[in-house]
Structure formats: structure tokens, C-alpha cells
């Protein structure tokens, strides 16, 4: 009795070792088979994780490098006012009368750098560029200051001097002094040539010279008094007619007259007593 119950027991032992590895093996694939699906469902969210794009952390953008800064070219700030004379300003060029300085440049001139006045002469329609350090070599003036234009109209009304020599000589002389650029001195010649209505006509040399006189004149002092030149053209004749004897001549004017000689110089009749004027 006792041997059959030891191997009874025995039996039962080896029995539950057997269900018990059996239940190992079958639990051992079942695990098996968990693993891969666990597995898969852990693998699915990392492909898609590997597939979505990472987001970066923004990264604040440098500031560019500043591109090499091409030299600054400074513009030269043309000047205003050279020699006492300034942009704006009316000035009298003996050549051609009454101009206005518009501005003063620089310009090469045969590899020269030279700085020159602008002047521009309304009436003639005319630009002049005069360098800046020739100004006293031209006689470049400015306007005369009223007690000159004063001192001009006051000549006006003298008496006509006209020298005794031939007329080709004393329209020179009256060419030099209108060029002269000095208006005591054109108003001398614009004295010298009028001619009133009772006087006999001029010459055409006469009448031109008498004309570039007179528009000289008539610029200028419509420029220093603010006035138009018609205005000025009148206050000229005013005093010319102030003149003395300025009317026909005597018998002792065409006396003189005759000694003229045969060119046909004409001697004004005031200035029978009048002798040769310095030249």
C-alpha cells in the first residue's frame, strides 16, 4: 500500500510538472504573439513621427552683413560770391553794359581747373563766362552808386564838347569811352551826339554811336533807380534839353563850321569858342 500510494504521488507530480511546462509552452508563443503587435503599435507613431516634419526651434535671423559702403562722393557746394562780386548781383562789363551774374563754376579747360563767372546779358541774349581772377584785367564793375548816376545826369546838361579833328578819329574816341565802361564818361558821349529836332540830322556812324551810347546809360541807371529803360531813355532827354543852346545855330556857328575840313567833319554848333580836349 504504501509503494502504490509513492507511486501514485509520483504520477500526480509528474503529471502537474508536465501541465505545468505545457502551460509554459503554450503562454511562451501567446507572449510571442503579443510581443510583435505590441511591437507594431509602437513602431506605427514612429514612422509617423519620422514621416511629420520636426519642428525646429525658431532661430532668431542674424542681421545681414553690411555690404561694403561704396565711398561717399560729397558734392561740392558751388561758392556764391568771389572777388566782392556775388550770384544775383548786376554788374556792369565794359564790353557789353549791364549783366547779371547767374553763377560761378568751375570748368577744365585745357587740364586747367578754372573757376568762372556766368553773366547773362538779358537784352542782347547773351552769356558771358568771365574767369574770376580776370575780373580786374576786364574792368569788371559794379553797378555806380546813385551819387555817380547823379554826377552823370548833371553832365547831360553841359555844354557839347566836340574837338576840331577828323570824324574818323573822334568815333573812336567815342568808342573808347562807351567801352570804357565808366558812366560819367558815356554820358559825355551821349551829350556830345544829340541832336535836338532843331539841329541838323546825324550821320548814320553818328546815329549808331550815339544809340550804343544811350542804351548804355539808359541800362545802367534803370538798374541802380529800379525804373524801366523808357523811364530812364526820358529822364536822359529831360536833361539833355536843359543843355545850353540847343537851338539853331547863329551866324558865327556856320563859320565855324566851314573851317571843318573836307571830310566833312561836322563841329557841333555849340562849341564854336570850345578848343581840342585832351585825348
Known amino acids: 500500500m504504501p509503494e ?10 509528474a503529471a502537474k510538472t508536465t501541465l505545468a511546462k505545457d502551460s509554459v509552452a503554450k503562454a ?6 503579443a510581443a510583435p503587435k505590441a511591437a507594431t503599435k509602437t513602431a506605427v507613431p514612429a514612422a509617423a513621427a519620422a514621416a511629420a516634419p520636426v519642428a ?23 561758392p556764391t560770391q568771389r572777388q566782392g562780386f556775388k550770384t544775383n548781383e548786376f554788374v556792369v562789363y565794359p564790353a557789353h553794359g549791364v549783366g547779371q551774374i547767374l553763377a560761378i563754376e568751375e570748368q577744365e579747360i585745357a587740364g586747367a581747373k578754372l573757376e568762372l563767372f556766368v553773366i547773362n546779358f538779358i537784352k542782347d541774349k547773351m552769356t558771358l563766362r ?31 564838347r566836340v574837338k576840331r ?17 565808366d558812366i560819367v564818361a558815356i554820358a559825355e558821349v551821349v551829350r ?9 540830322e546825324q550821320s548814320y556812324s ?9 542804351d548804355r546809360l539808359s541800362r545802367e541807371i534803370a538798374v541802380v533807380q529800379h525804373s524801366t529803360e523808357t523811364e ?23 563859320v565855324a563850321e566851314g573851317d571843318a575840313d573836307a571830310e566833312g567833319d561836322d563841329i557841333d554848333g555849340d562849341d564854336t569858342a570850345v578848343a581840342d580836349e585832351a585825348a
Not at 232 to 254: M, Y
Open 4 to 13: 502504490k500510494t509513492a507511486k501514485t504521488a509520483a504520477k500526480a507530480s
Open 28 to 33: 511562451a508563443p501567446a507572449k510571442a504573439a
Open 56 to 78: 525646429k526651434p525658431a532661430v532668431a535671423a542674424k542681421p545681414a552683413a553690411p555690404a561694403a559702403a561704396a565711398p561717399r562722393v560729397e558734392e561740392k557746394k558751388l
Open 130 to 160: 568771365v574767369p574770376t581772377a580776370k575780373v580786374a584785367n576786364v574792368g569788371m564793375r559794379k553797378l555806380s552808386d546813385p551819387a555817380l548816376v547823379k554826377k552823370a545826369l548833371e553832365t547831360l546838361k553841359g555844354r557839347a
Open 165 to 181: 579833328t577828323m570824324w574818323s578819329r573822334r568815333a573812336q574816341e567815342y568808342e573808347a569811352k562807351i567801352n570804357s565802361g
Open 192 to 200: 556830345d551826339l544829340y541832336r535836338s529836332e532843331s539841329q541838323p
Open 206 to 214: 553818328e546815329r549808331q554811336l550815339y544809340e550804343a551810347a544811350l
Open 232 to 254: 530812364a531813355v526820358k529822364e536822359i532827354e529831360t536833361q539833355l534839353a536843359k543843355s545850353p543852346r540847343r537851338g539853331a545855330k547863329t551866324e558865327a556857328d556856320a
